[in-house]
């Protein structure tokens, strides 16, 4: 699997929008980009994810970029709630390889 | 809809002693994983199982760990002997099927080992 880059960590404002970064500069044609977080004491939670369409669900948006070297989850509207380190992860079988991922603070 | 069960949640051990960690997947679902998660790190996969049968468990230091699924629903992680570096979140995920499904992730049982 590719290997991907996250920023050791963010800080965001509660009700303005987190746009966590990912680059997966390796990333072949038949990996797609999953995100991941994992709120503290809990096991990791699947967000969303794609191959080279922009997606959107009810947790989050990804844009990922023409070129599939990067892409961007956001979160639209952040609550304390979404306080957690945030993985990104280049699949293509069933294997997920977890990086340190982005650890993202919500503030008030 | 139940989630993954794990048992027990926390668990302290003297190294060289033995423990095992017990999780209960969705029902239903075919693929079970065992991860283990260090400190600051991602987690790890440990092993994979498709039914009762193991798909990959190239990452299973095999001299100590071991883990079974005799009738393809729960599963048994054991560590004997432990040691220091064994200290870790164990977690078991399950998934309807392999392939790039959706894994779902159980709370994980933290291991202390002294």
């Known amino acids: 699997d590719a290997k991907t880059t996250q920023p050791p960590s963010m800080d965001c404002a509660e009700g303005r929008a987190a746009n966590l970064p990912c680059n997966h500069s390796?990333?072949?044609?038949?990996?797609?980009v999953y995100w991941y977080r994992q709120i503290h004491s809990q096991g990791p939670q699947y967000i969303i994810h794609?191959?080279?369409n922009n997606e959107t669900n009810e947790m989050a948006s990804l844009i990922i970029t023409e070129d599939r070297k990067s892409s961007t989850l956001i979160l639209p509207h952040a609550t304390l709630r979404d306080t957690a380190v945030y993985y990104c992860?280049?699949?293509?079988?069933?294997?997920?390889?977890f990086g340190a991922g982005t650890t993202v603070t919500v503030r008030a | 809809e139940a989630g993954v069960a794990q048992s027990p949640r926390y668990k302290i051990i003297e190294k060289r002693q033995s423990v095992a960690f017990w999780c209960n997947p969705i029902?239903?679902?075919?693929?079970l994983y065992w991860y283990q998660q260090i400190l600051g790190q991602g987690p790890k996969l440990l092993i994979q199982?498709?039914?009762?049968?193991?798909?990959?468990d190239s990452q299973l230091p095999k001299d100590r760990f071991s883990a079974e699924r005799l009738k393809g629903v729960d599963s048994t992680l054991k560590i004997q002997p432990a040691k220091l570096e064994d200290s870790a979140v164990y977690l078991c995920?399950?998934?309807?099927?392999?392939?790039?499904?959706?894994?779902?992730f159980g709370p994980g049982t933290r291991l202390t080992v002294l």
């Open positions: 199982f498709q039914n009762n049968g193991v798909v990959d």
């Open positions: 390796t990333i072949s044609g038949n990996e797609y």
């Open positions: 995920a399950s998934s309807l099927s392999g392939g790039t499904g959706e894994q779902f």
């Open positions: 992860i280049a699949r293509n079988d069933y294997k997920l390889s």
């Open positions: 029902s239903g679902h075919a693929t």
């Open positions: 794609g191959l080279k």
